[in-house]
């Protein structure tokens, strides 16, 4: 029978458009924050090892198969997992669950990541404002820190009244964007913001290399040395399986791949739009800005100014404080302070917003897909969803909440949603299938060698990376040792909360599909 629904699915405008978009989703604060910091502690440009190697066995393949799984889906109008899996392997009712991942672990990153985002639009009004201009040590720009952040009350702020205000503003930023639709919202939106972007970080890149040894008396205190304390490659590192755990885990985050968004970007493509020659520029533009911006500024110019004495500490010392301590200390130190602090935080803020829209698009897509939900009414249901989910990374921030969603969010489902497709896509689909479904429109070939690396070697590199962590960590993280005890609560309710929204969103799928059959199904 005929499907009744009459609307059609919204479309990108132009290739430029979706490639802005993925890059878009792609360059966040992982490439301006998490990535200098995790280089720095994971054994500096011995780092690059294992993190090239999971690109080139991970990263890249998973880019090809989410492109490639969107737009088929999306020919079904499906554009979230649960439904692009069924359409893969229609034989099997449970793959459609496995799929929950794909718009569970968006919203989940979405409740902490717009928050973290609304920081980077306070601290650019800071910035001009002059608000922290007279902030000369380290101890202070962390009172300010902590103060914005609700964890004490001190001279700078009293309360979170501040950093709430900037999460409202944030939050319907973001609402507005994802309001007016694919090419309408998100498109026009990344257009304008990914070239603004770029003008910062080079900006940022050419002050920094540029600064020299700006203290006379401490010469060795230079660009050259700050570079070379992030690159100076420490072998020794890759023994440590964590090293490679981390390599790994920062590919799919800074990729956004292994999370379902791209999918649902991709669904928004129609079939003859190639995806091959797309999807590899879309990672390549993630690349070049990650290794080469991200890690040309932050540490080198922590560096610059603290010495090698302190630099270790401050490079471990977690994203927050490099990002909105030692960066604001350090540019505080140049002159125009004020113009150079705004270039940084407009910089990620511009990484943030590009990256978050993105992460909410799954749900609205699942809501318009699988229930004929109107785009209008999709974003005021996720809207007001999403509002009350977002409360908990806000105020309980200090109780280690925000840890523990970044871990099951940002990096676990990751690996398990990345092997299901990988799975789905070589196995079930079969490589053969694949590789036409690939190169379908496709402006270049892939090389051949990928037929092979997807088969094998991307599935045996994501078992092996789940069994590592099951050995590692597996007990410690369930028992919540690395958790302070009066914090196991706040912890133990967010489990409890994700556990539901999950079966929350699996009873939403059953629905949808018993809909679909009563009412005689659209095409799947
Ligand atoms: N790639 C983003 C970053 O590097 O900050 C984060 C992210 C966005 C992860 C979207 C996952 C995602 F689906």
């Given amino acids: 029978m005929k499907d009744t629904k009459t609307k059609k699915r919204d479309t990108w405008a ?5 490639i802005m978009a993925v890059a878009g989703s792609a360059i966040g604060l992982g490439n301006f924050l998490r990535f200098p910091a995790k280089a720095a502690s994971n054994g500096g440009g011995a780092f690059l090892i294992p993190y090239f190697i999971s690109l080139v066995l991970l990263g890249i393949p998973l880019m090809w198969i989410e492109w490639t799984l969107g737009r088929y889906g999306g020919g079904f109008e499906h554009g979230t997992a649960p439904g692009i899996f ?3 392997w229609r034989k099997n009712r449970f793959i459609k669950y496995f799929g929950v991942i794909g718009i569970f672990g968006p919203i989940v990153i979405f409740t902490f990541y717009t928050y973290i985002e609304s920081w980077t639009l306070a601290y650019s009004f800071f910035a001009l404002s002059g608000k922290y201009a007279g902030l000369a040590d380290k101890t202070a720009m962390h009172s300010f820190l902590r103060g914005f952040q609700g964890l004490e009350n001190n001279q700078y702020f009293s309360g979170l009244g501040t950093a709430y205000f900037f999460f409202l503003i944030t939050f319907a930023l973001n609402i507005g964007v994802i309001y007016h639709g694919i090419r309408g919202g998100i498109e026009r939106l990344c257009k304008i913001a990914m070239p603004l972007l770029f003008i910062f970080a080079l900006i940022l890149f050419v002050r920094v290399i540029t600064l020299g040894a700006p203290d006379p008396t401490k010469p060795a205190w230079n660009i050259s040395n700050g570079f070379g304390f992030l690159w100076n490659p420490d072998f020794s590192a890759l023994k440590s399986a964590k090293v490679w755990l981390e390599a790994a885990g920062q590919i799919f985050f800074t990729l956004s791949v292994g999370i379902g968004v791209i999918l649902t970007y991709a669904s928004y493509l129609s079939k003859g739009d190639d995806v091959v020659l797309s999807g590899l520029t879309a990672a390549s533009i993630n690349e070049v800005t990650e290794v080469i911006l991200g890690g040309s500024i932050i540490i080198p110019a922590a560096f610059i100014f603290f010495g090698p004495a302190d630099i270790k500490s401050i490079a471990t010392a977690g994203v927050f404080d490099l990002g909105f301590v030692t960066m604001p200390l350090v540019l505080n130190k140049l002159p125009f302070a004020q113009i150079f602090g705004f270039c940084w935080f407009f910089l990620l803020f511009l990484a943030g917003i590009t990256s978050s829209v993105s992460l909410a698009q799954p749900a609205i897509a699942f809501l318009e ?10 974003v005021w249901i996720f809207g007001v969803v999403s509002f009350i989910l977002c409360q908990a ?3 309980f921030l200090k109780n280690g909440v925000v840890d523990e969603l970044d871990f099951w969010g940002g990096t676990f489902f990751l690996v398990v949603f990345a092997t299901v497709e990988t799975i789905l896509f070589a196995w079930v689909f079969g490589m053969e299938n694949a590789w036409d479904e690939i190169h379908k429109g496709a402006d270049m070939m892939v090389p051949k060698i990928y037929k092979f690396i997807i088969k094998y070697v991307t599935p045996l590199f994501l078992f092996f990376i789940l069994g590592m962590w099951f050995w590692q960590e ?5 028992l919540m040792k690395k958790v302070s005890p009066a914090d196991r609560i706040y912890v133990l309710a967010t489990r409890v909360g994700l556990i539901l929204m999950f079966i929350v969103l ?6 949808a599909w018993r809909r679909r059959r009563l009412r005689g199904g659209k095409a799947v």
């Fill in 369 to 378: 897909d699988e229930f004929d939900v109107d785009r209008k009414h999709a």
């Fill in 393 to 395: 990374p806000v105020f």
């Fill in 86 to 88: 069924h359409s893969v």
């Fill in 474 to 478: 597996w007990l410690p993280i369930i």
């Fill in 506 to 511: 699996a009873v939403m799928v059953k629905i």
């Fill in 14 to 18: 132009s290739r430029i458009g979706i």
